[in-house]
């Protein structure tokens, strides 16, 4: 009988300690994912990319309006409150996320954003939080290289 011995160069408690304890871990995902989250969601909405687009009645009713001006035709983009309220933020990060980086940020929007992102019945469901795929593939190599180097630390 032949006697096996395996034995391997990664280990996975590591790779767990790193992305629960390390701070580098949070900032990275911060880094290359949510805040390209953020800046592709305000080109979006700068470029008017939102679908669907405002309706031509709400974009006269718009033009009418004294106050607040309207600033742009594009779609959420009529006083530019929801585009400037997007921001990187430690408020609300809820504890389940706490727990994969501990330096890890949310989102923050201006209260209404939610209403167009998601469904509700009083607001037509425009979804404008998203990021880019140059951007997804990046974030995606950086985790992915982060994570060989975890698997591969020594205690």
């Excluded at 767990?16 to 880094?31: A, C, T, V, W």
């Amino acid at each position: 009988m032949m006697k096996l011995e395996i034995k391997s160069n990664f280990n996975f408690i590591n790779l767990i300690r790193h992305i629960q304890k390390s701070s580098e871990f949070g900032d990275s995902l911060n880094k290359h994912i949510t805040s390209k989250i953020i800046s592709d969601s305000k080109n979006k909405i700068r470029s008017n990319e939102v679908k669907p687009r405002t309706s031509d009645v709400t974009l006269k009713r718009r033009r009418a309006r004294k106050n607040p001006p309207t600033i742009s035709d594009s779609t959420l983009y009529d006083t530019g409150k929801l585009h400037d309220s997007l921001k990187l933020t430690n408020v609300d990060v809820h504890p389940d996320f706490k727990r994969f980086g501990k330096t890890l940020k949310n989102i923050q929007m201006i209260y209404y954003g939610q209403y167009h992102q998601f469904p509700n019945p009083r607001n037509r469901l425009r979804k404008f939080i998203e990021i880019s795929e140059k951007n997804a593939l990046a974030a995606q190599k950086e985790i992915i290289d982060q994570f060989n180097v975890a698997l591969r630390r020594k205690r």
